[in-house]
């Protein structure tokens, strides 16, 4: 998405969400900022979480994000959509 990104993860025992979310906005930040030869915040500071509570509710949401860049009209080769693939293999 041109102004957002999903992901579906499962952070490990012990992990904290906040360490995952702040090590990846630090990364891809330091790295579309050195393409775009540009420097500062590039993601909001906070970030929106929710609990996957059930299987249903996972291939809910999984659907979702794939269906996301069509709904918003994005040309086909505008965005990148990784899925694992026992998930493709689910959702196909």
Known sequence: MPNH??????PGENVSLNRIVAGWKRYSA???N???????ALWQKDYFDRL???WDHFMNVSRYVRRNPLKAKL?????MVFE????TRLLS
């Open 5 to 10: 990104v999903h992901v579906l993860v499962s």
């Open 30 to 32: 330091t790295r579309i």
């Open 34 to 40: 050195a393409r775009r030869g540009a420097s500062g």
């Open 52 to 54: 996957i509570r059930d």
């Open 75 to 79: 040309p086909e080769g505008s965005f």
């Open 84 to 87: 694992a693939p026992w998930v």
